[in-house]
């Protein structure tokens, strides 16, 4: 049987720096609002996926159990960002994050 | 206890004054007030005894796990100042009289803070605290200059502000490092400091802090810019205090403290910083001989006077020291007696370009009489307080170095040209309709020469007194050279 | 334990006041409420207590802390009462979220272990998104929130990675067994370990606005209405330095060398950069984001020195920090309100119309500045103190430069308030106020004349 | 005794606080009894300090045969310790008063000479607004003039030294509405003060070396010292130094004058009779100290020598009378100067005594003719004088004999013992001496023929307003003609079978030098009957001279513009020396003043301050730049700034 632990530890790791990657990337070169915010939860479920995995090696679920605060957690933050996303939209009637610079030097 | 009255007594009157709404009124508390403070300290002079170092010791614990502890006391030195700061406080006061400043009880009372700030700084014994009195006391001189003064005051007080904090910083970095190195458990105290072993890379550098932040104060050739500009910026009070009382901070604090701490460091380097302080003299000299605002010429004047002060303090000889401190007090005399003057005739005529003047001795002889013996005190004329400090001054400097001495001699001939020909432009000649209505000199206005004028003549016959009560304290400074 | 509770209990209480429709008892139960739950921290002194498997750690560290925080709140709470007059809309979100907020960093600095940590870290910072745009209609406030929450949730992100990373390694999220796991590496660290705790001390270091992770500092302080601002540069800057102290202090003390030069450089850097960028600053609100950037670079001091002492010279530190900063703001109140904005010109003869106004001020920016005797200087020389103990001479000289150069913008409104002319507006201020602004500047130079009530403390 | 010699100094102390405290309250009445009255009472204490002194003296005399003992020093010398004035460890300086023959010499000079000048003040300054502050500020130079003499260390005598320096500069600018006189009076005291800075760094090199500045003290030690030390030798220059200041020798001479601008009785008290002694006085007092070094002898002597002849030069072709006798003053000190150089302390003392008798006479004289003039000094202007003015012509004609040299009148004796001196050290010196003193014969006496002989050549205005001066003016003419006609008895040589009272007078003080220094050359009576004799024929042909050029013929007196030869153009404009000064000392130093303010202090030093701020304004504003307000730049920096926290401290 093919267990989550029959896979190397580093694979994991790999994997999920992978895709932390891929999430911090979108977030660096895309513009539209929705879209960070999807990358940042990429982000956010490496990490989960990450914690999974060691908890699972490590034989301790105090990881997985983090997980479940993470996803509380994210699942809030993403409601916030998304009231946001609609109150940006609202007043420039865009949700592209580089319409906004007034406030500078 | 009386140390601790003299610091908390201006504080006091300070806050008082605030709450009093008539002009007259405040005048009068501030003048009563400091002078009560200068009795106060007649009497720590009388209690004073030479021979004992315990003088008017009061300590109290304050933050004592970092070593600081409110220790004020006094020695030959710091009484010698404390009575200069309260002796000078009510005459600038009184001369302020003259002036009907916007915002008297703001003014009078930052006068008093500053006259606390300043008796802290004299009497502290312990390192931290001094540095608290030596900032505590920029914040109120800024105030009344930045306030109270002439044109382009904001450029003009904040260069002075910056410059002169950033130089404290450097000694504040200084004392926190010497903190350190001092004997266990670590203390500001100044016997612990005095205590602390440096080795010579570390003298260097806490030799180089100090005299920066106190050069900058003197202030000691090249640092000196700020000065000219903040003297003839500031109002008569301002320049009197800072020149009168508040630049002597520097030069006590290099006897106080850089020389007992970095004693190797600074007689290494001695002779650098004697360089300095003549280039100083002379250049100073130079530029005085054409300045054309009477204060100007007499802010550079003040370069130069200090400079002596500072070379002879690292000439590291017992004359040359007494002369420091002897010199001190008399600079502090004759500069707040010729800002005075000065003020007087910007007053009456509205100008004080010596250009534009002429003839006052005509109209006001007593006038011209106060200003003469003033100016003869600074330009060290014997039985004038100014001569015996540039007397041993010189002595001690010549005693240190020929070549030094004599260039810094200079002085004497080069303060006679420019003081000479500032009297002579602006009290002596034709009268012209700038000088034509100037009035002499009232009673009341006597009354703030008198006193000056009594100095100068009495410290320059009978300079034993002074002398005598620094004595003990300037041979134990040396001592730490040996 | 009582503390977050009881907060937590407040909290929920005045989102029912704001049911209840009663909105003029919200200000006055928040500050009872406040005062309780200080006296209830306060009754934790020096009794250790740990919670939940040592989910939370009780110990005077965090009592003390909490208390500042908890105090900085009352502070800016009770600024809120004027600065909130003539708003209909109901306040209890507003203040339900704070308090909150408010808990979410006492958490921060009484957490033993990182799922708290990060429990702490993210109420707090989700409370933020929504105070920060709370001014709705005002497109700066929206900016502002937009960058915080952009910058914020993608800086947590990597805050989560390198908790993960420290749990893969160690096998632990509870910060005693991790130091454990730390003494049994003996100087020998895994690299995804390494990585794991720059992570976490990126993570906290974008909170306390340190470079170069400060950049969303001066644009949300400056869009996010000035209360909230308030609350931002104090509380949220005070929770996340002693979190990021209390990390290492149960964790790291083993690999104090590995983390020391990046730390040291970052504060150099952000004491430099802060101060410098200050300096042409226009206006008090943008100029006071730089100085409390500058200030996080003083405060990253202590933790770089990182000695029994530096937890009393943060506690001095942040505590002063805090009052003069909110003594400041609370100005910045006024002048926003009179004048619409709040560039220097607006501060103009202040001295003359409202000299009190002026004088808090001043005493504020001198403290701030650390000019003696007020409290600034007193927490920046035990500081410096600090520092030096541990040699640390050239950061002690590079924090004595900032200093030399944040007297160049502290100075400016100070400037402008006693030697420019008067604009002829005078602030209208209740008395109430005044007396609140009054006390905070009796503190600060109480705090710098008896600094030894504090310092002994810890 | 201490009592009385307390007096002397105090008495005008007090004359002058009293005057200068109710200078504008005191009625003219009083003042003339409080100004020289005080100056009186000081010569009578002067006077019996003299006598006492002498008897001293007598028994000095009697009892010891050795004047080089110092054990019967204190027979003749008597300090006076009235308080410690400067005290740090060994720095002991008292104010105290020494009072030996020399000083009783000199104490008579400045109080008896002063109190002439002073009863003829009261004339003179009649009518002027500042009578009292006149008196007051003569006072004041009394009492300064007796401390620099009374004085028993050189501290003291420096007090003196610049007091005299102070009340010249308030003198000669007495009218300080005119600004001419106030430059005057700065010019004297700036170039004073030059002088006094080496006086200053001889004292300290003075106590350096000896750890006293006590007179007695340094000359006892300095007796021990070996001839030609180096340590003597730069305090001796440094302190001639001083006195080339205060007497006006090259290259310090051009205050002098100058300080004519005074009113007249000033520049007969101070810068004829007193105050330009000083510093001969001031070597005849540290006389052991220069015979210890023979090559400042020989710089003063050469000194002595060139002003002598230069001054006496000048003054051949100048018209102001004042000048004139301004320049011969610098002239006939630069005498006692080669007096001094050649050991001749005893000469100089001498010729310091006639000088201050005849000189004093013919500046009141010259005074006189001024105040009779109306304010006139330029003697082209003046002529026939004698009938309207007997008294002063008489006076005056004493003293220009005196003056000449001509016996047997003061002036003979105490030139002539000096020439005598300098022939024994050196011929050349000697004849370029007595051509100067042949120069003196001719421009005094030109000045005389000009003044009194033949028509009056002013305005009628002051013809009509010519008047002989009142008595109180004349008394003292009178009297100092006395003095000057019979002032050689002092120290009638002992060719002429004098018993040269000064010479055993002084004796004590220059003991110890006599018995270091070489001795004199013992010329025979012959030789010195030669001497004389040639001397006094070149005066007689010079007095000749200027009788055939200015009495018998018509006088050519051109104006200041007109054409002259090159060599006398340069002489009547004094060398252009004013120029010269004002060329390389005046116009460098406020140039370089200019220079340092405008480039050093404003272009260089304030803004390299200025430019450290500015720098920091300027990263400041460079830097805010970097917050461009665009989100993905910051977390764009921000990744960057993660990867290399990352990169460095886990990859390296």
């Not at chain 2, 900032?135 to 800024?142: H, Q, V």
């Not at chain 4, 201490?2 to 504008?24: S, V």
């Not at chain 4, 003597?232 to 051009?254: C, D, E, H, M, N």
Request: proline content about 4%; aromatic content about 14%; charged content about 10%.
């Amino acid at each position: 049987m093919i267990t989550l632990t029959s896979i190397p530890i580093h694979y994991y790791l790999v994997f999920c720096s992978v895709l932390f990657s891929i999430g911090v990337v979108g977030v660096l070169i895309k513009r539209n609002a929705l879209v960070i915010l999807m990358s940042i939860e990429l982000m956010i479920n490496s990490i989960n996926l990450l914690l999974a995995a060691f908890s699972a090696y490590n034989n301790d679920p105090a990881g997985q159990i983090f997980v479940f605060f993470i996803m509380v957690v994210a699942a809030a933050e993403v409601a916030i960002g998304l009231a946001i996303v609609v109150l940006i939209y609202r007043t420039t009637h865009s949700i592209d994050i580089n319409v906004l610079n007034k406030l500078k030097w | 206890m009386l140390t601790v009255i003299l610091i908390l007594l201006p504080l006091l009157l300070s806050l008082i004054i605030i709450a009093i709404r008539r002009e007259k009124a405040i005048r009068q508390f501030a003048l009563a007030g400091s002078l009560i403070e200068f009795g106060v300290a007649v009497a720590a002079f009388i209690q004073y005894k030479t021979s004992c170092h315990c003088n008017l010791l009061f300590t109290a614990d304050w933050l004592s796990t970092l070593g600081v502890s409110l220790k004020f006391g006094m020695d030959g030195i710091s009484l010698l100042m404390v009575m200069l700061t309260t002796f000078l406080v009510p005459v600038i006061i009184l001369a302020s009289f003259r002036h009907s400043y916007h915002r008297p009880a703001a003014f009078y009372s930052l006068i008093l803070l500053m006259e606390m700030a300043l008796t802290g700084v004299f009497v502290s014994f312990d390192g931290l605290v001094f540095y608290i009195f030596w900032e505590l006391a920029l914040i109120p001189a800024y105030f009344i200059c930045a306030v109270w003064g002439g044109n382009d005051r904001i450029r003009i007080t904040f260069k002075f502000f910056i410059y002169t904090f950033t130089g404290s910083l450097f000694m504040l970095v200084a004392l926190l490092y010497l903190y350190f190195k001092t004997p266990l458990p670590h203390s500001f105290d100044f016997q612990w400091l005095y205590a602390a072993t440096l080795t010579p890379v570390e003298q260097t550098w806490i030799f180089g802090a100090f005299f920066l932040a106190f050069a900058i104060k003197i202030p000691i050739f090249p640092l000196h810019t700020w000065q000219p500009d903040t003297y003839s910026g500031a109002p008569a009070a301002g320049s009197m205090l800072l020149a009168g009382i508040m630049l002597k901070m520097g030069i006590y604090g290099m006897i106080r403290w850089m020389i007992p701490v970095c004693h190797e460091a600074v007689q290494q380097y001695a002779s650098v910083a004697i360089i300095l302080a003549i280039t100083g003299i002379v250049y100073a000299s130079v530029i005085a001989i054409r300045q054309s605002d009477m204060k100007r010429l007499v802010a550079y004047s003040s370069i130069a006077h200090v400079g002596l002060i500072a070379a002879g303090v690292f000439a590291l000889t017992p004359n040359a020291m007494e002369g420091a401190v002897i010199q001190m007090v008399s600079h502090g005399i004759n500069i707040v007696g010729l800002f005075i003057v000065i003020d007087i005739i910007e007053q009456r005529t509205g100008t004080r370009t010596i250009g534009s003047l002429g003839g006052i001795a005509v109209k006001a002889p007593r006038l011209a009489i106060v200003f003469m013996i003033i100016l003869l005190g600074s330009i060290a004329l014997p039985l004038t307080n100014g001569f015996i400090g540039e007397f041993l001054l010189l002595l001690g400097l010549f005693e240190y170095s020929m070549v030094f001495a004599a260039i810094a001699g200079l002085t004497i001939i080069f303060s006679a040209v420019y003081m000479l020909w500032m009297y002579q432009r602006t009290m002596l000649g034709k009268t012209n309709e700038t000088t034509e209505k100037i009035s002499d000199l009232s009673w009341s206005e006597m009354a703030v020469f008198v006193p000056l004028v009594i100095m100068i003549i009495w410290i320059g016959l009978f300079p034993g007194l002074f002398l005598d009560v620094a004595l003990p304290d300037v041979m134990q400074v040396l001592n730490y050279i040996k | 334990m009582t503390t977050i509770i009881s907060l937590t209990i407040l909290g929920v209480l005045v989102l029912f006041l704001g049911i209840m429709k009663k909105q003029s008892w919200l200000l006055p139960v928040i500050l009872l409420g406040l005062v309780v739950s200080m006296g209830l921290t306060i009754m934790d002194w020096n009794t250790f207590k740990v919670y939940y498997h040592e989910m939370i750690v009780v110990d005077n560290v965090s009592v003390a802390f909490s208390t500042v925080l908890i105090f900085s709140a009352f502070l800016i709470f009770s600024l809120a009462s004027h600065y909130y007059r003539g708003v209909q809309r109901p306040l209890d979100d507003i203040f339900g979220v704070m308090i909150f907020a408010l808990a979410g960093a006492v958490m921060m600095t009484s957490y033993g272990n990182l799922i708290m940590l990060f429990l702490g870290i993210e109420t707090l910072s989700i409370a933020l998104y929504v105070l920060a745009g709370s001014h709705k209609e005002a497109i700066t406030s929206n900016e502002a929130t937009l960058k915080y929450f952009l910058l914020g949730s993608f800086l947590s992100g990597f805050l989560l990675f390198g908790i993960a990373l420290i749990y893969g390694s160690s096998g632990t999220f509870d910060l005693q067994k991790i130091s454990v796991y730390v003494s049994s590496c003996a100087g020998d660290y895994p690299p995804m370990f390494l990585a794991g705790l720059f992570l976490l001390i990126i993570g906290l270091a974008f909170k306390i606005a340190i470079v170069p992770f400060h950049f969303w500092a001066p644009d949300v302080y400056e869009g996010t209405p000035t209360l909230l601002t308030a609350f931002m540069a104090t509380v949220v800057k005070t929770a996340s330095i002693v979190a990021m102290f209390r990390f290492f202090t149960h964790t790291f003390q083993g690999i104090h060398g590995a983390w020391e030069t990046t730390i040291w450089v970052m504060a150099a850097f952000t004491i430099l950069l802060g101060n410098l960028t200050g300096v042409y600053q226009p206006n008090l609100k943008r100029m006071l984001a730089y100085s409390s950037i500058s200030h996080s670079g003083y405060m990253l001091l202590a933790v770089v020195a990182f000695s029994p002492m530096s937890e009393n010279a943060l506690l001095l530190y942040t505590l002063s920090y805090s009052i003069a900063t909110i003594s400041a703001f609370g100005i910045l109140i006024l002048i926003r309100e009179a004048h619409g904005n709040d560039y220097f010109s607006s501060l103009n003869g202040m001295a003359k119309t409202n000299p009190l106004e002026a004088f808090c001020l001043t005493v504020a920016m001198l403290s701030l500045a650390g000019i003696p005797p007020l409290a600034g200087f007193m927490a920046k020389y035990y500081l410096f103190t600090t520092a030096l103990e541990k040699g640390l001479v050239w950061l002690v000289i590079v924090a004595i430069a900032g200093s030399a150069i944040s007297v160049a913008y502290y100075f400016k409104p100070i400037m402008a308030m006693y030697l420019k002319e008067s604009n002829g507006v005078k602030l209208e201020v209740e008395t109430s106020y005044k007396v609140h602004l009054f006390f905070m500047t009796m503190l600060i130079i109480l705090i710098g004349l008896l600094p030894f009530l504090l310092i002994g403390l810890l | 005794m201490t009592e009385i010699i307390i007096l002397i100094p105090l008495l005008p102390l007090l004359g002058f606080l009293i005057l200068g405290i109710g200078f504008r309250t005191i009625p003219k009445k009083w003042t003339t009894l409080i100004g020289p009255g005080t100056i009186l009472l000081s010569f009578i204490l002067s006077l019996i300090t003299f006598i006492n002194t002498l008897s001293n003296h007598q028994i000095f005399i009697f009892s010891n045969q050795h004047i080089s003992t110092s054990a019967h020093q204190h027979i003749y010398t008597s300090s006076h310790y009235l308080f410690p004035w400067i005290h740090i460890g060994p720095l002991d300086i008292p104010f105290a008063f020494l009072v030996d023959p020399l000083s009783c010499l000199m104490l008579l000079i400045v109080t008896g000479v002063g109190f002439i000048i002073h009863v003829y003040s009261v004339g003179y300054m009649k009518d002027d607004p500042g009578f009292n502050r006149f008196f007051a500020y003569m006072n004041l130079f009394v009492f300064s003039m007796l401390l620099l003499v009374l004085g028993a260390n050189y501290p003291i005598m420096f007090i003196g030294w610049e007091g005299v320096g102070l009340c010249s500069y308030l003198l000669i600018g007495f009218w300080f509405k005119n600004q001419e006189f106030n430059n005057a009076a700065k010019k004297a005291f700036i170039m004073n003060r030059i002088g006094d800075l080496g006086f200053l760094l001889g004292m300290f090199l003075i106590f350096t070396t000896f750890n006293t500045l006590s007179f007695e003290q340094v000359f006892a030690q300095a007796k021990s010292m070996p001839m030609g030390d180096a340590t003597i030798l730069a305090i001796t220059l440094l302190l001639f130094v001083g006195a080339v200041g205060k007497s006006a020798q090259i290259p310090l001479y051009t205050w002098l004058p100058d300080a004519m601008a005074g009113p007249t009785p000033v520049s007969a008290l101070i810068h004829a009779a007193t105050m330009v002694t000083a510093g001969v006085y001031m070597i005849a007092r540290s006389n052991i100290l220069y015979v210890l070094a023979p090559t400042t002898m020989a710089v003063i002597g050469i000194t002595g020598l060139a002003t002598a002849l230069f001054a006496a030069s000048i003054a051949i072709f100048q018209n102001d009378i004042k000048k004139i006798l301004a320049y011969s003053t610098i002239s006939q000190l630069g005498y006692m100067f080669v007096g001094l150089g050649v050991g001749a302390f005893t000469g100089a003392m001498f010729h310091l005594t006639t000088h201050a008798f005849f000189k004093a006479l013919l500046f009141l004289g010259a005074g006189s003719v001024i105040h009779a003039m109306g304010g006139e000094q330029d003697i082209r202007n003046m002529g026939g004088l004698r009938n309207k003015l007997p008294k002063t012509w008489w006076t005056f004609l004493i003293g220009t004999i005196a003056i000449a040299g001509i016996p047997p009148l003061s002036g003979f004796f105490s030139k002539d013992e000096i020439l005598l001196h300098l022939f024994g050290h050196s011929g050349p010196m000697w004849v370029i001496a007595v051509t100067g003193s042949l120069m003196t014969a001719f421009y005094m006496f030109r000045l005389l023929y000009l003044t009194f002989f033949r028509n009056f050549r002013g305005t009628d205005e002051q013809l009509h307003h010519l008047h002989e001066s009142p008595p109180v003016m004349t008394t003292p003419l009178i009297v100092l003609a006395m003095l000057a006609a019979v002032g050689g008895l002092l120290n009638i040589p002992e060719i002429f079978g004098g018993g040269s009272w000064l010479s055993d007078f002084l004796a004590p003080v220059f003991a110890d030098a006599a018995a270091i220094a070489v001795p004199p050359v013992l010329m025979s009576p012959a030789t010195e009957w030669l001497l004389m004799g040639m001397t006094l024929a070149g005066v007689g042909v010079m007095v000749f001279l200027a009788w055939n050029r200015y009495v018998k013929q018509q006088p050519q007196l051109l104006p200041d513009s007109a054409r002259r030869p090159f060599p006398v153009k340069l002489i009547s404009k004094k060398y252009y020396i004013d120029e010269l000064y004002d060329l390389i000392i005046s116009k460098p130093v406020l140039r370089m003043s200019r220079f340092l303010h405008e480039v050093v202090e404003l272009r260089l030093i304030d803004r390299m301050v200025n430019g450290v701020g500015n720098m920091v304004v300027w990263t400041g504003n460079t830097v805010r730049f970097i917050q461009t307000g665009n989100v993905g730049f910051y977390m764009f920096i921000m990744i960057l700034g993660i990867i290399l926290i990352l990169f460095l401290n886990i990859l390296i």
